[in-house]
């Protein structure tokens, strides 16, 4: 018999395995507890402004440019997200500032905002808020974009 204080290899490994399922069972419960949260952003589309570009135009004028602006569109997000991601902020806020007019006259008035708020945040030197609101930038022009294209399936 062990002397008191003494544990034998028995009781040593009872305990370690006591505590490993303890605390097994205690991570089984946080982990039951943890919730995946989904990011969803609203879009901000004014269609009248589609509407009203396929008046001024023609409806084949304006749908012409409508996919014209979109694919530049889509091409400045990226580029804005390259340069946010490689560090360098004068040319994220350049490329961000380039699409608040062309985002404001499709009526995308959510990704303008936006896109207006990665250019300061850029020029500010703030990575943080950079990181933050280049991952909204990419949420939001995604869901823009899908949105005028839905409409313009539509028609404009």
């Known amino acids: 018999m062990p002397a008191r204080g003494n544990l034998s290899a028995n009781s040593a490994g009872d305990i370690a395995r006591d505590v490993v399922g303890a ?20 879009t901000q589309v004014d269609l009248a402004r589609l509407a009203d570009l396929g008046r001024r135009l023609g409806q084949p004028d304006a749908d012409a440019v409508v996919c014209r602006a979109m694919e530049e569109l889509a091409q400045r997000i990226a580029r804005t997200d390259a340069h946010c991601r490689a560090g360098a902020l004068d040319q994220a806020a350049a490329s961000a500032r380039s699409m608040v007019a062309m985002a404001e006259q499709l ?50």
């Open 107 to 156: 009526g995308m008035v959510r990704l303008a905002r936006v896109a207006a708020d990665v250019a300061r945040c850029a020029r500010g030197g703030d990575r943080t808020a950079l990181a933050a609101t280049r991952a909204r930038l990419l949420r939001v022009g995604e869901r823009s974009l899908h949105e005028i294209w839905q409409a313009q399936d539509l028609s404009i």
């Open 23 to 42: 605390a097994a069972r205690k991570v089984g419960d946080l982990v039951k507890q943890v919730s995946i949260l989904e990011q969803r952003e609203d």
